[in-house]
């Protein structure tokens, strides 16, 4: 069952921007695409471990500061030769507000 | 008998709605309130009345034989009051009247921002035919302005309207930019582009802070929060509608955003229905006429007891102003499981993307040429599979098997007197006449025009125009582009945000043809660059466009914490400023103090939250950001000179001082280190750096193209000045003419084996030239020479806190 948690405002992340929830099991980097979409993944690049949260956001995507691998953020899949995968969380945004999905970070951490 | 009808509302909505109950022969006696004094018009022809494309008589759809011939009781320029829902009578100013079935299409108010002044005379809405009239007469006036605040639909078709009647009209927009709900920043910058053509200045992310008034209590001018004052005779505020639920909430109905109906259009009430602008359907409220004519057909059905229910479809738009060409339907925002098809055609001024979900065309952006608007809309409409006819879809149903797009066409389009060689002041014009004069090659356009002759930064573009001139004679040698999303390499670029004057990045992604809707990472940070180096004064540097370490001013370690060096001016130091230092490093635990080559001291493994805080401390005894994380100048090395050192000749930690002091803050196109030595012993190991000045006992000598990195090289001998000052201009004057011309990550000495350091040296030994370069480049610091690190301290706190911490909820 879906349990929604109230995160914050749309517009306390920046358009092409991130910020980050902490949560028991690490950050989720919660990311602002220019259409106003909005993603939630582990805040880790499964290559060296790089905050993807201070990467760079075009379309979909986002390419980790570290070394520049690029994630389609709607699969958390490195795209092009780079092999690997980030998690990835449920959001949604309602009347300007994003929610994350409780019962997924609680799952995590059991797991 | 037949039944009593009573419609509150003569709209457009209640209007189609009767029209369906006469033709169909219903069996009501119809009255009909109006508070306006006449009775249906149709709303959305008042922008071509407006400018002068239509009169109010054309815009008439019922007139008062058409009420006589239907048998309707007008009771127009009298308003209702109330509903008294027991006795099913409706109460107007002038008496009452009962009712089986009652019909409420109050529609909309617009909505007026409570600033200061909003009630001044001379402000007023766009919404009837008096405020159409209020506009129309300003036009009549000679030299009047107008201000329109909103840049949606309804906002611009009153600048476009009062434009055209000779009103210097402003559009005030809070948003980045015109109509964000139909359009994407794409089509957003081309509509902006013609209104601009027509006259009409367009402000985006503008707040309006305070309506001024004039000594008789008209409206004088629109004040904005960044102090601008913009002069108005008349301000038009167009920012929204919002329901006009007043009478329906007031009779006791449910009202939610808008009077809640259900499918059958029904309220709350049984006998009591609703349709138009006043009503909330699942949710959602309407603005647009589409799905108003829909409501009519459901709404008329079900007083007819037909079984009908309202399902509200995609809608398109398409903006009434002659000239501006757009259309925009369905949903066209990214998202999981959706792709884009974009195509753009800078020569013509083109813009089109569709969106696709799985082989379904979901929605359509169209500026410039929106011909083929309607066939996208119903493939949308009726969710066509469009797999068969995907690569083509773009180019409409007449293109099916088309010509692709042309990524030549930004050449093609620029004019004949545009610039194409700035060294030696080429146009277009002129290569093209020495092409068709028979030079035919590179080599050949060089010879006769000089073009791409000196520091060769255009000739992918004279390589262009050669290629548009001669077609398929000419063979394009292949050079590499920026990255994947463009076909233009970086010099190309760079010479064409010049030459066409893009001072943004959406004009960037359009005029040169951008396969992606916003960059990637590769070619958003060279544009923001570029931008901001040309247009200093236009362009606003986008954060998010840069890369980690330039957003949060500090440099990102391999775990994820930060570096953090301050700014110690020619590498001087105090006591002060080192317990400073100290005091940060205990207080926040600092693991790892480390002094650099350049001079300063480097603090280690800072968390990015703590990084404000550790400015602050440091700002308040003095230090500012050492910029040892920018694409900028970095630090100016030197020795202790002629106060303390026996050999020393000039006073080189006074001169590293002065450049420091001159030159922080600026971008440049990679990293800029300096050096001052004060005699040719070289301490400060000058010769290898980006600049360097050895200080000798008849002046200065000046080198510049060192390298100290992955490659390592002496400098090169640039300029011997005289005197400090000779030697701040003259440097001045190479950064500023390597900001504007190098690639993005070329180090000065990269780009001096580009350009050729003999080219470096006549640009800046020509004394007007030389000049002009620092002039330009003082121009830029008066812009870009700030602390970030107080900026953020004080405006972008909350970028380095998390957003929300849920280690409570997640423990429990």
């Known amino acids: 069952m879906t349990q929604w948690i109230d995160i914050a405002a749309l517009v306390d992340i920046p358009r092409q921007g991130a910020r980050v929830v902490k949560t028991a099991q690490g950050c989720v980097a919660v990311f602002r695409t220019l259409d106003d979409h909005v993603f939630a993944l582990e805040d880790r690049c499964p290559h060296k471990g790089g905050p993807l949260s201070e990467g760079i956001v075009h379309g979909h995507k986002v390419t980790c500061p570290l070394h520049n691998w690029v994630f389609d953020m709607n699969t958390g899949e490195a795209q092009g030769a780079d092999n690997g995968q980030v998690g990835t969380f449920t959001a949604k945004v309602e009347a300007g507000r994003i929610y994350l999905d409780a019962t997924q970070l609680m799952a995590r951490s059991a797991a | 008998m037949k039944k009593k009808l009573v419609v509150i509302g003569a709209g457009m909505a209640s209007g189609r709605m009767l029209e369906h109950l006469f033709e169909a022969n219903a069996d009501y006696d119809v009255t009909l309130f109006n508070a306006e004094p006449r009775g249906n018009y149709n709303r959305l022809m008042l922008s071509p009345v407006l400018s002068g494309e239509k009169t109010y008589e054309q815009i008439v759809t019922h007139d008062d034989a058409w009420y006589a011939e239907n048998g309707v009781t007008c009771r127009f320029g009298e308003k209702v009051t109330g509903i008294d829902r027991d006795r099913k009578v409706v109460i107007g100013e002038n008496g009452e009247v009962a009712y089986d079935k009652l019909v409420i299409g109050t529609g909309s108010n617009p909505f007026i921002i409570p600033l200061p002044g909003h009630d001044l005379k001379g402000v007023i809405p766009y919404r009837d035919l008096e405020d159409t009239q209020s506009m129309m007469d300003l036009g009549a006036k000679p030299g009047s302005k107008a201000v329109v605040i909103g840049g949606g639909l309804l906002g611009l078709e009153a600048a476009a309207g009062m434009a055209a009647r ?9 948003m980045g930019h015109l109509m964000e709900r139909q359009l994407d920043e794409a089509a957003g910058y081309l509509l902006r582009k013609s209104l601009g053509e027509k006259g009409i200045k367009v402000m985006c992310k503008a707040n309006s802070k305070e309506i001024l008034a004039d000594e008789n209590g008209h409206v004088r001018a629109l004040l904005l929060d960044d ?20 009478l329906g909430a007031e009779a006791g109905l449910a009202v939610g955003k808008g009077i809640h109906v259900d499918d059958q259009m029904v309220t709350s009430d049984p006998d009591i229905l609703s349709l138009g602008e006043c009503v909330e359907h699942n949710g959602a409220i309407f603005g647009l006429v589409a799905p108003l004519y829909d409501q009519a057909r459901v709404l008329a059905n079900t007083l007819m007891g037909i079984e009908d229910a309202f399902k509200n479809k995609e809608v398109s738009t398409k903006l009434k102003v002659t000239g501006c060409d757009l259309f925009s339907a369905g949903d066209f925002a990214e998202g999981e499981g959706r792709e884009d098809i974009v195509f753009r055609d800078p020569a013509r001024g083109v813009y089109k993307r569709l969106i696709l979900q799985g082989n379904k065309v979901i929605g359509a952006v169209m500026y410039g040429d929106t011909a083929d608007g309607a066939w996208f809309y119903n493939h949308i409409k009726e969710g066509t599979d469009v797999a068969e006819m995907r690569d083509t879809l773009i180019f409409g149903p007449a293109y099916q098997g088309g010509a692709a797009a042309d990524p030549l066409s930004a050449v093609a389009a620029l004019p004949a007197d545009a610039e194409i060689c700035g060294c030696n002041g080429v146009c277009k014009g002129k290569i093209v006449d020495a092409i068709n004069g028979g030079a035919t090659t590179l080599d050949g356009v060089r010879a006769t025009t000089k073009a791409s002759n000196s520091c060769g930064t255009c000739t992918g573009l004279v390589e262009q125009v050669l290629a548009v001139t001669l077609g398929e004679d000419f063979v ?14 970086h010099e190309d670029v760079r010479r064409l945000i010049k030459a066409q004057e893009l001072k943004s990045m959406p004009a960037v992604f359009q005029e040169l043809a951008w396969k992606t809707v916003d960059g990637c990472h590769v070619c958003r940070p060279a544009l923001n660059y570029y931008l901001l180096a040309d247009w200093p004064l236009d362009y606003q540097d986008d954060p998010q466009s840069r890369f980690i370490n330039e957003r949060k001013h500090a440099n990102i370690q391999k775990d994820g914490t930060f570096s953090v060096v301050p700014r110690m001016w ?9 317990r400073a230092i100290a005091d940060v490093v205990d207080k926040f635990k600092i693991p790892t103090v480390h002094v650099t080559g350049g001079q300063r001291i480097d603090l280690l493994g800072v968390k990015g939250e703590d990084l404000p805080e550790v400015w602050s401390d440091l700002n308040k005894a003095g230090m500012v950001s050492g910029h040892a994380y920018s694409k900028g100048l970095r630090t100016v090395k030197t020795c202790v000179g002629k106060d303390h050192c026996r050999f020393g000749t000039q006073d080189s930690t006074g001169l590293g001082i002065n450049l420091e002091k001159a030159l922080w803050g600026s971008w440049t196109p990679h990293k800029v280190k300096l050096a001052v030595s004060g ?21 200065y000598e000046i080198g510049i193209a060192g390298a100290a990195g992955m490659d390592v090289k002496e400098t090169e001998a640039f300029h011997k000045a005289a005197s400090e000052e000779e030697v701040l201009e003259y440097v001045q004057a190479v950064m500023q003419l390597y900001r504007e011309n190098a690639k993005y990550l070329d180090r000065i000495y990269k780009w001096v084996n580009k350009v050729g350091l003999d080219w470096v040296k006549e640009q800046v030994a020509d004394e007007a030239n030389r000049k002009a370069l620092v002039e330009r480049f003082l121009i830029s610091q008066s812009v870009y020479q700030k602390d970030p690190w107080a900026e953020h301290v004080e405006k972008e706190q909350a970028r380095y806190t998390p957003m929300a911490n849920l280690m409570m909820e997640a423990a429990e």
């Not at chain 2, 000779?166 to 559009?171: L, P, R």
């Not at chain 2, 102090?227 to 007043?246: H, Q, S, W, Y």
């Not at chain 2, 394009?476 to 390499?489: A, L, R």
């Not at chain 2, 040719?680 to 008849?698: L, M, Q, Y």
């Open chain 2, 166 to 174: 000779g009103v210097e009209v402003t559009v005030v927009h809070i």
């Open chain 2, 227 to 246: 102090g601008t004052e913009l002069p108005c005779d008349l301000l038009v505020m167009a920012v929204g509608i919002r329901p006009n639920t007043k």
């Open chain 2, 476 to 489: 394009m040698p292949t050079s590499q582009p920026i990255c994947k999303c463009s076909d233009h390499t």
């Open chain 2, 570 to 578: 020619g590498g001087m130091t105090t006591s002060d400023e080192l």
């Open chain 2, 679 to 699: 005699c040719p012993r070289n301490c400060a190991e000058a010769t290898c750096k980006d600049i360097g000045v050895v200080c000798v006992d008849s002046g």
